[in-house]
């Protein structure tokens, strides 16, 4: 069953990568959605199994690497952990696929983009049954790549290649970080695999090795190193700005990758490594720390963003962040309840996205949006059941796992949990604020879509609006706000009603379907699954798959007299805080967006220009990066290698060819004067030499 689980998808994206010419667009997307329901299907099957029945396993599928000391076979681990990951990949992955028939209808190369899903989803698949740091690390790099993939599928527009790019080489510097930890790991314990460096771990604690003349923690060394492949992958500040220009790609690709799957492989890998950073202090203290500092950053840059798309993105960001200082505080069941809760409603989120922008004609900046909830009212409602999962609304998912890691942070006692509940709650406040704003704008006030060249191109054709290229793409033009500008998408059948104006419609029940099962996931699963994941059968559920050193927060936090009466309030006040503003700004006093960004125009541009780390990072790496590499290209390469080497040796050939060409002039007298010229100085050579004998 769990081979079965993992190589369904490969098979199907192999099938439709290799044969989706030949057996065409609907056989494709039979064969690959397929393959990954009935991965989903045996997903739920192994957490009922596994995770409530506690029968976790370990399936080796073949002897993999034998190389000295390095010994490890290619094997499925399958405990609590796993189990869990199994069910949110495949779950999210087969409702994207199911998706994306409606959503890229229209798109001629559907066969290779539900090929580059499948493959996707059997990477991360890979990463999360590993049984070893190498394994992990392959299918680490696979999301990598399938990532990179899919973010540029539309591979002719330019911004769509350049956050492909950006993706890709930003995640490689994570993933450097990733492969020293994994060298360090070996060097010190002499294996791999996840058992041996587990059980080995304590030993380690408190050892040291010397560098540059000082003693360095042994587990803070590797458990740090780690943590830089995490912040990769998982986005956290530092190593972030890849994630909101990921938005280029299609959105289905958004609610994959970037909500429920690939960001949360470093929570994965950081929870699945406990045992080793529970013998860390110092670099649980590090991931707190930048965790919550993720969490409230983020959350600043959504209240400014106005693509639709990018607001959501910040919100992944920034809920990462807390996932990933429950992590640092040692609650980690409540870091992986809300890894599975947020799975639901943010690829919720993102697929209702998804179908306000099918309906708007592909335009994604929220300020040409406006009274959408009498023309797409199911949408609506799915988008009001992710804003209230998201901003931690009582009884939905998010309410209880959030509410668990703040008050984690509390419980922990320590001045970094303080810290980080003091940014969880001003990121809860800011996350209620833009989420309702990002409600507000999309769906009431008066409609705003006559400003729109997306909308004006769908009402008037081709008339001085978006010019399409030949493959269908719509080019870059002077929009407000980067939009999705996708490709081969035509009219998707809304009622075009000539000048008087643009009719948005539902979108087809292929796409809305899956809204429906992701708001009830939304809306039930922190109910149904707190007492595992957090509560009374939290010990029985994890079953050894999280290893903890000293007392439970989780448990430690529902003790008398250690949460204040008011903290369990915090969150709640927070949400009502930022409901408030918005409404208040949005809908009742609409003048207060402006008349704030006017008089706080520096706040605002900061904000808005995303802390300024794209261009800094494009000043401190890139320019350098450039400037370093055109010398070495021009000087070192060109003037140096060629010049001293073939380009050199070729030119002093041809210099010695010219100048013997300027004796040879066809004159008789010329070659008479040049042979005289010899014998005189063979004769002056050999004189001397005659008279000396």
């Known amino acids: 069953m769990y081979q079965a689980i993992v190589f369904l998808p490969l098979l199907a994206a192999v099938v439709a990568g290799l044969f989706g010419r030949v057996i065409g667009l609907r056989p494709s997307q039979i064969v690959t959605t397929g393959a990954v329901a009935v991965s989903c299907a045996l997903s739920w099957v192994a957490f009922f199994d596994v995770a409530l029945g506690g029968n976790a396993t370990t ?34 992955s087969a409702l994207v696929h199911l998706y994306s028939w409606g959503y890229m209808a229209e798109d001629p190369h559907q066969p290779r983009f539900f090929a580059y899903l499948s493959l996707f989803t059997f990477a991360m698949l890979m990463l999360v049954t590993a049984d070893n740091l190498v394994q992990m690390f392959f299918g680490w790099e696979g999301v990598g790549l399938a990532s990179y993939l899919l973010i540029g599928f539309w591979f002719q527009k330019p911004s769509a290649n350049a956050a492909a790019m950006k993706a890709f080489v930003v995640n490689r510097v994570g993933d450097f970080g990733f492969m020293l930890g994994m060298f360090a790991t070996f060097m010190v314990f002499g294996a791999i695999d996840f058992d041996t460096i587990f059980a080995a771990a304590p030993g380690q604690a408190g050892q040291t090795f010397e560098f540059l003349g000082y003693n360095v923690d042994v587990m803070t060394t590797i458990c740090l190193l780690l943590f830089v ?59 707190t720390v930048v965790g919550a500092s993720t969490a409230l950053f983020a959350a600043t840059i959504g209240t400014t963003q106005n693509d639709i798309k990018r607001v959501i993105a910040y919100s992944t960001c920034s809920q990462l962040g807390y996932m990933f200082f429950a992590l640092g505080v040692g609650a980690y069941g409540a870091a992986m309840f809300h890894l599975f809760t ?41 988008m009001l059941i992710g804003t209230l999962a998201l901003t931690g609304f009582p009884y939905f998912a998010g309410y209880f796992s959030k509410d668990a890691i703040l008050e984690a942070a509390y419980a922990s006692g320590s001045s ?86 643009y009719t948005p419609h539902e979108s087809p029940l292929v796409m809305l379907v899956p809204l429906a099962v992701l708001a009830v996931g939304a809306v039930a699963s922190g109910y149904l699954f707190k007492e595992y994941f957090i509560g009374h059968e939290h010990d029985a559920f994890w079953n050894g798959a999280i290893k903890l050193v000293g007392d439970n927060i989780l448990h430690h936090m529902h003790e008398p007299g250690v949460l204040p009466a008011w903290v369990p309030w915090a969150p709640f006040v927070a949400m009502v805080v930022g409901f408030l503003v918005a409404l208040n700004s949005y809908i009742i006093n609409t003048h207060i967006p402006a008349a704030f960004a006017g008089t706080f125009r520096g706040l605002y541009t900061f904000l808005y220009r995303k802390w300024y780390f794209d261009e800094l990072y494009d000043l401190v790496f890139v320019r350098p990066a450039q400037w370093l590499g055109r010398v070495f290209w021009k000087k070192g390469d060109g003037a ?34 040049a042979m005289l010229i010899g014998v005189a100085a063979a004769v002056s050579w050999f004189l001397p030499k005659l008279f000396a004998e």
């Open 229 to 287: 492949g995490a912040m990769g992958k998982s986005a956290q500040l530092g190593l972030h700005t890849w994630l909101p220009d990921a938005m280029e790609g299609p959105t289905p690709v958004s609610a994959l990758i970037h909500a429920a799957t690939m960001v949360t492989a470093g929570v994965f890998m950081v929870a699945r490594c406990s045992p080793l950073f529970e013998q860390a202090p110092m670099a649980l203290t590090v991931v």
């Open 342 to 382: 947020h799975a639901f409603f943010k690829a919720l989120l993102f697929l209702g996205a998804g179908s306000v922008i099918h309906a708007m004609h592909h335009e994604q900046d929220m300020r040409y949006y406006g009274g959408l909830y009498k023309a797409i009212p199911f949408t609506w409602v799915m």
């Open 640 to 673: 140096i290698i060629d010049g001293l080497g073939p380009d050199g040796l070729s030119a002093a050939v041809a210099t010695v060819a010219v100048k013997s060409r300027r004796i040879q002039t066809g004159y008789v007298f010329t070659y008479a004067f």
């Open 59 to 92: 399936v080796t599928v073949l002897p993999w690497v034998q190389s000295g000391a390095l010994q490890f076979d290619w094997a499925l681990r399958v405990d609590t952990l796993t189990a869990v990951m199994l069910v949110v990949v495949t779950s999210v």
């Open 416 to 501: 970094v949990g303080m810290y980080a509940f003091v940014c969880g709650i001003i990121a809860a406040t800011l996350t209620s604020f833009y989420s309702w704003r990002l409600a507000f704008l999309t769906f009431h006030g008066k409609p705003r879509w006559a400003g729109s060249e997306h909308i004006q191109h769908a009402v008037h054709g081709d008339h001085g609006h978006d010019v399409h290229d030949n493959h269908g793409h719509v080019a870059e033009t002077d929009h407000p706000v980067e939009s999705e500008r996708e490709a081969g998408h035509g009219d998707h059948g809304h009622e075009v009603t000539g000048t008087a104006g």
